[in-house]
């Protein structure tokens, strides 16, 4: 069982999750044809509900799971490291039951405060039935992240990344293959074919854990989960308080990350409906800015996902040895790999917003405005991640507290004035939404590394100095993208069209950014030229060398 470097992880969950999140992606296009406007409404209450209560159960253990694992295991503290294994399952058996029972009692409460008295649209008796559906998720996912987080905690990211895409395949082929047989083949109604659409979740969970339980059971030696250890002097009840200690904070963030959705999706419906549109309208922004926009912002999401599966194990150890030099090393590489991949590609899809809405979901001018926005939401969303997680690494979780809690706030107070300055200016009111959590991610950004900077010590002139550069090649792939949109003609009401725009125009201005960036030395500068004179090597066969 093969243990990752930093680097060598950030790649490999890198790649699994964009694979995964490209399935995400482009499930979509079908799904959202086959189960419409409203449909798609009903799937975003849904899963926003989910997420709430998937955050609750599961965000803080796996990342804390993975930190204790590979803090005791730097130690030598085998004993200690297998019973905080077994523990974390036992604590996460009991919040998995809590939140699924909450769910199937408290599915129309929590319906009914979502949609308020929007008529016209889904009903609460709608959105309750579906939060029911997806609660099962609730039994089985939280296991399947301890596991990820015990193989993460020991630098094993393959298996973890593989367990990914096997979980969303399964969902997806479930999620499509019921939808269209309930719809087109039995007649059933909508709300019974997102119903089974997110049941899904729980199957796909379940395939995924099996995997991951079976690859756990055939490396037991090697991870050291025979038994055959000393004991080590530190009781249960000390590895519970700092599995607590360690997942809380985590739990937070993500739960804030969750709270920014709903709020969002609470106030544009309430804002949306005194503004006197109609409910269609309404229900369309509203999963078009929670659901079906961070859809095609997965891709983005994704590299800050890799980054910190990989970053975690690696800061906790160099924390632990009070190794600073490499603590801030590993966060100034993670910053740069981050800004590297997700730049370009944030403003990439920017300028071809409107192609790439009319390609997944059919034309529709409020979708490409919303896409146009809500990337850059997705960018801040992903430097805030990284920056938060280099706080939990480093123990700094009152930090935490104060940026997650802090940029929440600022999101919910400026959403409602947002919309309507917006709407008084002539810009689509839904923007100010989008506009609010943007700042209160910037606010959030900017506390957490002025708290490291202070703290730490940590130094970013080298980052800052790469990100100047890293303008450059952008910049000229930016001409590039525009100039290709002006002269290649495209109909937007034609998903064809679109497809061809965006396949052209992206695969040029991606070479035209790497080849210059490779040419300036930022490549070889931020993930090293050994590294990358082997993974070239690889890809050609040997038969390139640099």
Partial sequence: MKKSSFVEGTIIATISIVVTKILGMFYVIPFYAIIGVQGSALYAYAYMFYNIFLDISTAGLPIAVSKIINEYNTLGMMDAKNRAYHLAKKIMGFLAVSIFIIMIVFAPALSQTLIGDLQGGNTPQDVAFVIRCVAFAILIVPFLSVEKGYLQGHKIINISSGSQVIEQIVRIAILLIGSYLIINVFNGSVTLAVGLSVFGAFVAGFVAYAFVRYQVAKHQKELNNDNNYGLDNITNKEITKKIFSYAIPFII?????????????????????????????????????????????????????????????????????????????????????????????????????????????????????????????????????????????????????????????????????????????????????????????????????????????????????????????????????????????????????????????????????LLVAFKMGIVSKIFGHEYIKRLIKKLTFGKISI
């Fill in 253 to 513: 963030i993500n739960i804030v990350n969750s709270l920014y959705n709903f709020t969002d999706m609470t106030l544009i419906l309430r804002t949306m409906n005194y503004l006197k549109l109609s409910a269609n309208d309404v229900e369309f922004v509203t999963s078009a800015v929670i659901t079906w926009a961070p859809k095609i912002n997965m891709i983005i999401a994704s590299i800050a996902m890799g980054m910190t599966t990989s970053l975690i194990p690696t800061m906790v150890s160099a924390y632990t040895l009070k190794n600073w030099d490499e603590v801030n090393s590993k966060f100034n590489q993670a910053l740069q790999i981050l800004l590297f991949l997700s730049i370009p590609m944030t403003v990439g899809i920017s300028l071809l917003s409107q192609s790439i809405w009319s390609a997944f979901y059919g034309y529709n001018i409020s979708g490409g405005y919303i896409v146009a926005l809500s990337i850059f939401n997705g960018l801040c969303n992903n430097i805030f991640m990284v920056t938060s997680i280099a706080l939990q690494g480093l123990n700094k979780f009152k930090t935490v507290y104060i940026t997650t809690i802090t940029g929440l706030v600022c999101n919910a107070a400026l959403d409602v004035p947002l919309m309507l300055l917006y709407n008084k200016i002539g810009i689509p009111p839904y923007l100010g939404a989008v506009s609010a959590s943007i700042i209160g991610y910037i606010i959030s950004i900017t506390i957490t590394l002025t708290s490291l900077k202070r703290d730490c010590k940590l130094k970013y002139k080298d980052t800052f100095k790469e990100l100047g550069r890293i303008l450059v090649p952008t910049i000229l792939m930016i001409g590039v993208v525009v100039l290709l949109k002006a002269v290649i003609p495209t109909d937007y009401t034609s998903r064809l069209s679109c497809i061809i725009l965006i396949l052209i125009t992206s695969l040029s201005g991606a070479i035209v950014y």
